[in-house]
């Protein structure tokens, strides 16, 4: 029997992202793309799920947030806890996998931060790759975000991207679409490098 | 339950745990073996495939603080291995429905 292919992400927002691209480049089938509500419960559930029956391969897709190398360790701290010995000290720029320790039942890993595991930022940060480069709609979608007056200014400035990216959406031919269904609409074009980079990890995890 | 008298001191090996046994009160069962168990200073094996005795089992051991363990035997090339799941551990499990089986 294969084994199971199962690919864990944050919140729904990423899983629709991840179902669409998958659909939209051809990746597939994985057993499961499974958003665990948010960060906190997605670290906690891991390494439970490393010790799946008949897991093959896990991959995550979380967040950098303001801290690449605190996100990073986190990860690498319940792989050796788990029992992974060859787990590097940095994530690979290109998505960093970790073959099956020799001798048990643990699953391949894959890890991918977003938006391209060397920056800090979020699934929108990623979404922005997207956006068709030299867009004038982006550039005043842009200016508008970056001058709401002060004291109308609601959001964090990690949610920034969230605002630009949703605004973006707002102002498309179909206004509102979600994030997911955008990409199967080409309001946000998956045909970048930036996609291909993702396709490939999980290619590489999971259907190598 | 009688059985586990009987064994005071010793192990008490119970096969397919969940056999004869409603899904609703299994977890009571459970509880009653941690109980007695703790009573008589009896260590209890016991070995099921069924996700209600392990849905059951965390229940139990939730409420008996490290006294409880699900060990998974697979076989894999004519070896055995296990995989150990804590209190904790088992938590997760049943909540995110984590095959253990």
Redesign the interface.
Same mark, same amino acid.
């Given at each position: 029997m294969p084994g199971k292919k199962i690919l864990l992400v944050e919140g729904t927002d990423d899983e629709h992202v991840l179902k669409h691209i998958c659909g939209e480049r051809g990746v597939g089938p994985l057993d499961e793309i499974k958003p665990q509500g948010d960060v906190t419960r997605l670290l !906690?559930?891991f390494?439970?799920?490393l010790? !799946?029956? =008949?897991i093959e391969a896990l991959g995550v897709v979380i967040d950098a947030d303001t801290d690449l190398t605190a996100r990073w360790q986190s990860l690498r701290d319940r792989l050796v806890r788990a029992g992974y010995q060859s787990v590097p000290a940095e994530p690979s720029p290109a998505g960093t996998i970790i073959s099956s320790p020799k =001798?048990?039942?643990l699953p391949a890993v894959g890890v991918w931060i977003m938006p391209d595991n060397q920056a800090a930022g979020i699934l929108e940060d990623f979404l922005r790759f997207l956006v068709p480069a030299g867009s004038r709609l982006f550039a005043h979608v842009e200016s508008s975000v970056a001058n709401i007056p002060a004291e109308e200014q609601r959001f964090a400035p990690l949610a920034r991207p969230k605002a630009i990216i949703h605004t973006w959406l707002a102002w498309q031919a179909e206004p509102g679409r979600p994030l997911g269904t955008s990409i199967t609409a080409r309001f946000l074009d998956s045909n970048v490098a930036q996609v291909d980079a993702l396709v490939r990890w999980l290619n590489d995890l999971f259907f190598r | 339950m009688l059985s586990l008298v009987n064994a005071q001191g010793g192990l008490l090996l119970i096969d397919e745990f969940e056999n004869g046994l409603h899904h609703t009160v299994q977890s009571e069962v459970w509880n009653g073996i941690f109980r007695l168990a703790n009573l008589m200073n009896v260590q209890v094996f016991a070995t099921s495939h069924s996700w209600d005795a392990v849905q059951a089992f965390q229940k139990a051991a939730a409420n008996n603080a490290d006294q409880g363990v699900l060990i998974r035997l697979t076989s894999k090339e004519s070896q055995i291995i296990p995989t150990y799941f804590r209190e904790d551990e088992l938590a997760v499990a049943t909540r995110e429905n984590i095959e253990v089986r």
């Amino acid at each position: 029997m294969p084994g199971k292919k199962i690919l864990l992400v944050e919140g729904t927002d990423d899983e629709h992202v991840l179902k669409h691209i998958c659909g939209e480049r051809g990746v597939g089938p994985l057993d499961e793309i499974k958003p665990q509500g948010d960060v906190t419960r997605l670290l !906690e559930n891991f390494p439970v799920r490393l010790k !799946e029956s =008949d897991i093959e391969a896990l991959g995550v897709v979380i967040d950098a947030d303001t801290d690449l190398t605190a996100r990073w360790q986190s990860l690498r701290d319940r792989l050796v806890r788990a029992g992974y010995q060859s787990v590097p000290a940095e994530p690979s720029p290109a998505g960093t996998i970790i073959s099956s320790p020799k =001798d048990t039942l643990l699953p391949a890993v894959g890890v991918w931060i977003m938006p391209d595991n060397q920056a800090a930022g979020i699934l929108e940060d990623f979404l922005r790759f997207l956006v068709p480069a030299g867009s004038r709609l982006f550039a005043h979608v842009e200016s508008s975000v970056a001058n709401i007056p002060a004291e109308e200014q609601r959001f964090a400035p990690l949610a920034r991207p969230k605002a630009i990216i949703h605004t973006w959406l707002a102002w498309q031919a179909e206004p509102g679409r979600p994030l997911g269904t955008s990409i199967t609409a080409r309001f946000l074009d998956s045909n970048v490098a930036q996609v291909d980079a993702l396709v490939r990890w999980l290619n590489d995890l999971f259907f190598r | 339950m009688l059985s586990l008298v009987n064994a005071q001191g010793g192990l008490l090996l119970i096969d397919e745990f969940e056999n004869g046994l409603h899904h609703t009160v299994q977890s009571e069962v459970w509880n009653g073996i941690f109980r007695l168990a703790n009573l008589m200073n009896v260590q209890v094996f016991a070995t099921s495939h069924s996700w209600d005795a392990v849905q059951a089992f965390q229940k139990a051991a939730a409420n008996n603080a490290d006294q409880g363990v699900l060990i998974r035997l697979t076989s894999k090339e004519s070896q055995i291995i296990p995989t150990y799941f804590r209190e904790d551990e088992l938590a997760v499990a049943t909540r995110e429905n984590i095959e253990v089986r």
